[in-house]
Every structure is written in structure tokens, then in C-alpha cells.
């Protein structure tokens, strides 16, 4: 079989025919590809990305694009099984291809149901809630984030080639962002089988997803000030990218995320006898196997009580002496080849290094003999644990092999070992194993200000604990420092970083058109028709409803509080009240919310079909007996759902509710959420 050409995807079309560098099996060291020889014009790249990709893009809403992502995640799960064949090259095992092909597939549903849920029909998203600037409530301020009119590059690393793509890129296109994207060249066979599918699948517009093979060349001069940058790899390629003069001139947003010296910590409560023991061995053996040690969440540094090191030591070699390594290929394999035969030689010039000051407790030299055939010439490196007995002095702190490699690190008192943590000067992410709720919390304030995410490992968390070293979808990934101090992933967070903010000020009015949520005191639709009686596409932002007068007996809150069980003194006793900051009997909140749900409630069935949701519940000013009250229902904001099989065709309406008294002053406000019918499916 010919030995294909890789080709990058520029302005609609796929270019590369001449052989280039050939790209080797981690494996048996064959030839599974070559990436092109023909160069690349970038200045078309950028004209096509921001002259037909970015207008397209605008054409579309958040929700628009949150389902382009939903149908893109399914069609690439129908083809994975492509995708696997090609990843086992880069000497991954199946568990581990999982995390790459179907973790990047599983954070494109995973930002499908983000955009769904928490973003808006159009490219507007109000970052409220609105700020009184005036006293009478004529001016206020907010703010809103939009798509940037720009063009996200992403430069991505070798060990996980299209979850790291596609963990940028999903964030990044719901944002209405164009995107160009650059893998790392060892295993950018992977990453251009992923953009042929994407492509031919025709999910995703013209122009919004673009791959280099090879180098940037003069892409950085081509930059402007609306684009964004992200990157992942070492610290020492971050700072010198990040560091481009057109970067530095025209203040364009640059997020690295950074390989880390992440650490474990086992705390000085458990003890071998401990179920956290067993979990802390069997979390850092899988941090050192999985992916051949090649994630950037890696544990690098094992901090243990100095008491605990040799039982430490003793039971991480015998989990480790029993990983199979070699041919993913081979029953039984467990740990395949570093990515190339370039990092197998970095990891052992980095070994070397840190074995000056340290003691190999566990090296190939321990019996290492990878199984397969042809895997003399693969890129394998033999579990490697070293031991520091100075650990504050340790090169493990600032040094790291990129492989199946971990330094046992001693301390004496907690407080030492939350200090070794810090010595790592920033980290992705570290864990705390211990059974001891008291350490854990001691431990927090220090190791959140070195480390983007953290693990406190116990009993209770391992019946579901998705691991040291794997971001997830909905909380952060970066770190500080070394780290990159970049952030990615985080739910919602993702997609605001390719998106400005900008502050608004004006009238209730003028805001709430700008936002597309009404705010209350600007203009109104007297509805002639209850709001309640309209289909979802018939509901404009703004229409409001005000509701006829109820006058609170005292019946009334003894009704109540017979029904609910609630005999709180301020609502029945009235002597106690009269001394009460109120100064007389109250009702009930919850009476207040029910009697103003009869108020502007329509009894009658459709199109509202149901009530899920109430939000910013706030009780103002309490209801006394006597008092008369009175309902404002206003459409505050519309969220379209797509279509499915199982339901009715619907849409998310949410409604303010104002509710005030015989004075005018509010009692209580609050925001209700209904999914409402549409009139036609789809």
C-alpha cells in the first residue's frame, strides 16, 4: 500500500502533493505518512476565513451552531472506528485512542448541550444582571458579549490529536468564530483524517475549519487585532510564541496551556491499611500508563509522608512490573510507544538528568521487553520511578520527562508537603488523596493558587472519580505559571473567551432591546390576548401582562399555613411579631408567590405546557394583613430548542414577575421559566 501524502484543507480545497517529511509508526518505526511539500498561502487562508467563513458564521445564532456541533458529533461516533485504525500508529492503546477520539467527540455533545441550554437565539449573550446607574431607574448599565469578528488559530499538541482539536474548536465555533488549525506534525495523520470527515460530512460552513500540515510560516504577521491565538505544548514554545512582535503590538488574546509538573499528595492519615492507600498507588500508576505518560495532566511529582516512602515505593513496583507493554496491537498490551522516536530520545536525556540527584527505584533495566514484532523499532520507554530523598531540592520541580515517569518526593509535615506542591510553580492540576475532610479544606487555599484544577481523592469520590488527568468538558483546564496561565474547557467559560465584552449603558428600553431581554421599567406590549395564550413564535420580549388586585386576609395565611405546615411565629403569633423588626404579623413568602401565580396563571390547556423553573427568587418588601397586590408578567427572554421526536415542537420562555402592593412598592421578584408550544413542528 503507497504511503499517503497528508494535505492541508486552505480556502475550500485540500493542498499537498509533493512528498515532505516522512512520519513514522511509535510502533515499528514504518513510514505511515508524509506531510507536503507544497507551500502555503496564508494571506488566502485569512481573506477566505474572514471573507466567506466569518460572514456565514454570522448568518447563524448560538443555537444554529449548537446544533451544527450536536449533528457533527454524531456523524464522526459513526466513524470512529476509521478514526482508531489510524490513531493505533501513534502507538496508543484502545483505552487510550478513546480519550482522545471519543473524549473530542464527547466535548463536541458536551458544548452542543452548553449552547442549547444557556445560550440565546442570536449572536448576543447578556452577561446580567442589568446595574441601576440612576436613581429612578431611567439609566442603567450591563453588559454583553458578541462574537469578535476575528479567526481563531489553534496550535495543538502531539499526544492527543483531535481532542485537542476539537476541544478548541467546539467552544471557539459556538462563539461564531472561524477557526485555523495547526496539529503538532508527529501525529498529524490524525488530525487530518478527523478534518476529512468534518469535511465531508458538510455540517460545518465553508471556510469555518481549516488545517495547516507543517509550519505557519508568515501566519503570525497576518494576525489582527480581533483574532484570537491558543496553544498547547511546552512552556518554553509558549513564551517564545506568545512573545511575537504583532502578538505584543496589536494586544491579540494569546492562551497557552502548558506542560505542567502536576502532583499527588498522599496525605499523612492514611495508611497501607486505608482504602485511599490503594487508591492513591492505583492513581498515580495510571497517570504514568495511560497514553504512555504523554499527558500534560500527568503526575510528575508523588508527594508521600517520609514514613510511607518505601511502602509507596514497593507497591507502585509491583503495579507498575505488572503493565504489559507494546504493541496495542498484541492481547493483553496495556501501555503502548511514546509518539515518536524524537520524544523516546527526550524523555531518556530528561531521566538522565533527574537520576543525577535521585535514585531509579524501578527503569528498563528492570526486565523492560516490549511484545510485538517490529517494536525494536518503536518508540517504547519503560515505567520510570525515581526517588529524591532531598525533595525540596529536587531537579523534579522544574525538570520534566514527557513519558511513563514519576518522582517519589518525602516530607515530614503537611505544611511541607502543600510547599513541595508549589515548588512545581504552577500546575494543571494536582491531587489530594486523604480521608480527612479538616486536610482537605487546609489544603485548598494553597493549592489553588498554584494550580488550575484539584483532585481530593477518597473513599467516597473513587465510586466515581473520573481521574487525576482528565479535563472535563464542564470545569476548567489550565493553569497558572509554568502552566501557561491560560484557561480552556470550563462550560460556558470557553465559549466567552471568543467573545468580547463590552458595557452598555441607557435606558431600561434601549437595553432591552440591545440585550433581547426586557428589563424591567423599560417599555412594555400591553398584551390584548394573555401572554399565556400564545404560541412561542407569537410571544414578543417585552409583552406583558398586568394582572387584577388581591387583598391578603388574615385567612388567608392560616389557610396557608394549615396546607403547608408552616407556623413560623411572624405569620400566627401576634405578639411576638409586634416586637419583630416588621412590627406586625406577615404572610407567608411562598403565599405571596402562590397567590400571585393565581393572579396571572390561565387555567385553560396549551400552548404553555409546562413550568420547570424559577430563578432570582427575592422577597422585597413583606405582605401585612390587609395589603392588596397586584402582578406584572412580562416576557423577559426566548430560548428556541430544536426539534425532537419524543416532544411536541417547543421553545423556553422566560417571564418576570413583579409583584407589588396598594403602595407601588415591589414585594417580591423573581423570574419563572416555561416551555412553551410552537404553532407548527420544527
Known sequence: MAVPTLQSYIAGR???????????????????????????????????????????????????????????????????????????????????????????IGTLFAYAS???????????????????????????????????????????????????????????????????????TATSYVAEACVRLIVESGLVPAGALQLIIGGTGDLFERLDEADVVTFTGSADTALMLKAHPNLLKKSIPFNAEADSLNCAILAPDVTPDDPEFDLFIKEVSREMTAKAGQKCTAIRRTIVPAALVDAVATALKARLSKTVVGDPAVEGVRMGALASKAQQADVAERVAQLARDCELLLSERDGFAPKGDGVSGGAFFAPTLLLARDAAASDAHHLEAFGPVTTLLPYGDFDEALHLATLGRGSLVGTVCTKTPALAAQAVPTFAAWHGRMLVLDREAAL????????????????????????????????????????????????????????????????????????????????????????????????????????????????????????????????????????????????????????????????????????????KRKIDRPPRDDQPAQGVIGWDVAVTNQRGELCASYEILTLVAKKVAG
Open 14 to 104: 485540500w493542498v499537498g502533493a509533493r512528498a515532505a517529511k516522512p512520519l513514522a509508526s511509535a510502533v515499528n518505526g514504518r513510514v505511515v505518512a508524509h506531510t507536503h511539500e507544497d507551500s502555503l498561502d496564508f494571506a488566502e487562508a485569512m481573506a477566505y476565513a474572514r471573507g466567506t467563513a466569518l460572514p456565514g458564521l454570522l448568518r447563524t445564532h448560538f443555537q444554529d451552531r449548537a446544533r451544527v456541533l450536536k449533528a457533527l458529533a454524531a456523524y464522526l461516533m459513526e466513524r470512529k472506528e476509521q478514526l482508531y485504525a489510524i490513531s493505533a500508529h501513534t502507538g496508543s492503546t484502545r483505552s487510550d485512542s478513546w480519550i482522545d477520539i471519543e473524549g473530542g
Open 114 to 184: 452548553i449552547g442549547g441550554k444557556d445560550l440565546p437565539s442570536s449572536n448576543v449573550l447578556h452577561e446580567g444582571p442589568a446595574m441601576l446607574l440612576g436613581a429612578n431607574n431611567h439609566f442603567i448599565g450591563s453588559h454583553v458579549l458578541v462574537p469578535k469578528r476575528g479567526v481563531a488559530l489553534h496550535i495543538n499538541a502531539f499526544n492527543f490529536p483531535m481532542w485537542g482539536m476539537l476541544e478548541k474548536f467546539a467552544p471557539s465555533f459556538l462563539a461564531g468564530m472561524p477557526c485555523l488549525v495547526k496539529p503538532a
Open 464 to 635: 466515581e472519580n473520573t481521574g487525576h488527568g482528565s479535563p472535563l468538558p464542564k470545569l476548567k483546564h489550565g493553569g497558572p505559571g509554568r502552566a501557561g496561565g491560560g484557561e480552556e474547557l470550563g462550560g460556558l467559560r470557553a465559549v466567552k473567551h471568543y467573545l468580547q465584552r463590552c458595557a452598555v449603558q441607557g435606558s431600561p428600553t434601549m437595553i432591552s432591546a440591545i440585550t433581547g431581554e426586557y428589563q424591567r421599567g423599560g417599555a412594555v406590549i400591553e398584551s390584548d390576548i394573555h401572554p399565556f395564550r400564545r404560541y412561542f413564535e407569537d410571544v414578543e420580549v417585552g409583552m406583558s401582562l398586568l394582572t387584577h388586585r388581591r387583598t391578603v386576609g388574615e385567612a388567608d395565611i392560616v389557610a396557608f399555613g394549615g396546607l403547608s405546615g408552616d407556623y413560623f411565629y411572624m405569620h400566627f403569633d401576634e405578639v411576638a411579631a409586634k416586637e419583630s423588626p416588621f412590627g406586625q404579623r406577615i404572610a407567608h413568602g411562598y403565599f405571596v408567590l402562590s397567590a400571585a401565580a393565581g393572579l396571572f396563571v390561565s387555567p385553560a390547556p396549551g400552548p404553555v405546557l409546562a413550568n420547570y423553573g424559577l430563578e432570582n427568587l427575592r422577597f422585597v418588601t413583606p405582605v401585612a394583613i390587609g395589603d392588596t397586590i397586584q402582578a406584572r408578567l412580562t416576557a
